[in-house]
């Protein structure tokens, strides 16, 4: 038997705002990766890159761990979007769940992009940064995932839950959404993989919610969907995944709409992928 953990983490732009983690522990006993849980052992909010580095080696204890996270872990352009959205945004916008552009003007602070800075600390500690997570292979990586297009992904939405505070968005909205989201959640107990464990962080009653109190919630909540993503790109990798852009300009890993991995509808979206998925 062995441990694989998920680490999921919504990681702020800037260490002066919190940053939500959650951590998923998965025992592996049959070799065919089947029937996979993971159990949501930790949900936390954390601050600079040196305190996430120490709770990751915490919680991996040396063992084989995925680190799944929302923000860019590689910036080379200085202006515009890296490949990556642009790719994802040919498949996911018309689901309303594209990526905002990565620069390096947006994103650099002091000369470093807080990713970048994240991937060189744990490098040290056997953490490769790698653009995919591939199926059943046990590694300590990080990657960049993209909780949105993989919200639509996994619970077959036609359009991504406007959950999120935004210009002309009412709390009304923004309520419902949330409660979609959590029901949707919920749901993943009987899905495959399987996730057990987060039904504590899931009765929060977000109407109650105001403020930076929502957005910690916010952030754990998304932080919980990177580490289920992190487990689903195990279970499946690239039958039901992808990886846009590329390792050295820039990647976005994140599990695809059912009707594009579905062998009856997959050549009607070759086109829309443009070749990249083969």
Known sequence: MARLVCIGLDLAWSARNPSGVATLEVEIRDPAIQNLTGYLLDSRLLGTNEEIVDYIQAQARGDPCL???????????????????????????????????????????????????????????GFQEQASIEQGRLARQVTEVFPHSAIVSLFGLSRSLPYKARPRRSWQEREQAWRLYQQHLRALASADPSLQGHEPLLQVEVGSLRGRQLKNYEDQVDALM???????????????????GSLQEGHIFTPLPKRLVDPKTFSGFRDLLGGMIN
Not at 226 to 244: E, P
Request: with cysteine; charged share 20%.
């Open 67 to 125: 680190v799944a996270v929302d923000a860019p872990l590689r910036v080379p352009n200085l202006r515009g979007q890296r490949q990556a959205e642009a790719e994802l945004n040919r498949v996911f916008r018309p689901y309303a769940a594209g990526a905002h552009p990565a620069n390096r003007r947006l994103l650099e602070r002091n000369g470093q992009v807080r990713g970048e800075a994240l991937v060189q600390a744990l490098a040290r500690y």
């Open 226 to 244: 990177c580490a289920y993503i992190a487990l689903y790109g195990f279970r499946w990798g690239s039958q039901r995944c992808h990886s846009f």
